[in-house]
């Protein structure tokens, strides 16, 4: 056990890209555990591009992260000390534990419990079988809905969400389209994912990729980015097209999240009686128990394949979250501390 709790609090708020100035890492004793309370060590931390709206000054689907405070995030542990019969020692256990060595869970900060499978990563529960897959399947099934031979387009499609969704979309029978930053991850995408076609973004012709990868329209619009993007999706859309509205990563960086600006192919959703529906996959956690298994089914089949980018070192935190920003990671990225 390490003998102080290592903690990055919350210092400034970012005005742009978090930087050298928006954490301080700060040493703190090992919290002692009372009744009804077990000491969780934090072993996977789960980046995601929503962590960044949590420390913007706008109150999202959470309070913003208050200054002082240790940095929230999704976070995979080992119970290492308990007074609680709900936890006992070398469970894996599952909560927000924040960007910190240790953590304490009670009745009050519950934390859930997680199998240990032979031969699958613990660090998977925090993503294609953790928040990341129910994100998925929740937009792409609930929302979505694709029928076999229907075009679905995913952005951010080699990232953590994206890469589940699109092969979600592929198991329907869906004609699938990807977007994402540079010819490796297209080739990712359509060589090892099994998408139909990428459009490589950062290419000065992805309009045109866009318009040769969909030339029947687009029925159903994953969407991840906002933006640009968006925009150039939502004017292909087709009659009762369905947009499943995840992110917006786009506007992350310029706290411009919960109202992006508008697309321009607006419009479009009127003429083309779309269906657009914003989701937050904390609405659904509940319905993990039917889900997972569904997903880790589909994995054992080989129908679906999990990505992840991982980052040794606690230290590394504050460098690594802007590499969902920069595109420096493939399917989910965690940090193993
Ligand atoms: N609604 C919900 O409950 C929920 C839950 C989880 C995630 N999300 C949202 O889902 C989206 C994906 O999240 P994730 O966790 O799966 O992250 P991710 O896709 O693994 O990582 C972010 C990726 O986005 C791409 N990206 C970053 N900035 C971009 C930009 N300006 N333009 C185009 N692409 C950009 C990068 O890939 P490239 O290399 O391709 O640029 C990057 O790798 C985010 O918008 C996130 O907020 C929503």
């Keep these: ?61 959470l309070p913003p992260v208050a200054i002082g405070e240790v940095m929230r995030a999704g976070a995979l542990g080992e119970v290492v000390a308990s007074n609680s019969p709900d936890y006992h020692v070398g469970q894996l256990v599952q909560g927000l534990g924040g960007w910190q060595d240790y953590v304490t869970a009670s009745a009050s900060a519950p934390m859930m419990a997680m199998p240990e499978i032979p031969g699958v990563s613990p660090s998977l529960f925090l993503g294609t079988l953790g928040m990341t897959g129910l994100t998925a399947y929740v937009g792409m099934f609930d929302i979505g809905r694709p029928k076999a031979g229907e075009t679905v387009v995913v952005s951010a499609a080699a990232g953590a969400v994206g890469s589940v969704a699109g092969q979600l979309a592929k198991i329907e029978g869906a004609r699938v389209v990807g977007i994402a930053g540079g010819a490796k991850k297209c080739a990712l995408l359509t060589d090892e994912l099994g998408f139909d076609a990428a459009v490589d973004y950062k290419a000065p012709d992805w309009r045109e990729q866009l318009k040769q990868a969909t030339p029947d329209g687009i029925d ?31 506007g992350y960086n310029d706290d411009a999240a919960a109202g992006a600006d508008g697309p321009r192919s607006f419009g479009n959703l009127l003429i083309q009686r779309v269906h657009l529906e914003g989701f937050i996959v904390l609405d659904h956690f509940q319905r993990a128990g039917e889900i997972v298994p569904q997903l880790a089914g589909w994995m054992a089949e080989g129908k679906l394949k999990a990505q992840e980018t991982v980052v040794d070192g606690f230290e590394q935190l504050p460098v690594a979250i802007n590499m969902l920003f920069d595109g420096a990671n493939t399917g989910k990225l965690v940090v193993k501390i």
Excluded: H, K
Excluded at 227 to 245: H, K, Q, W, Y
């Design 220 to 250: 159903v619009d994953f969407e991840n980015v906002g933006g640009e993007i968006m925009d150039a999706v939502f004017s292909r859309l087709n009659i009762r097209a369905r947009v499943a509205l995840c992110g917006l990563i786009s």
């Design 1 to 61: 056990m390490s003998e102080v709790n290592r903690r990055f609090l919350l210092r400034e708020r970012p005005a742009g890209r978090i930087d050298d100035r928006t954490f301080e890492l700060v040493e703190e004793a090992v919290p002692e555990i009372g009744d009804g309370e077990a000491l969780v060590r934090n072993r996977w931390i789960s980046l995601d591009p929503t962590n960044r709206m949590w420390i913007g000054e706008t109150p999202t689907y």
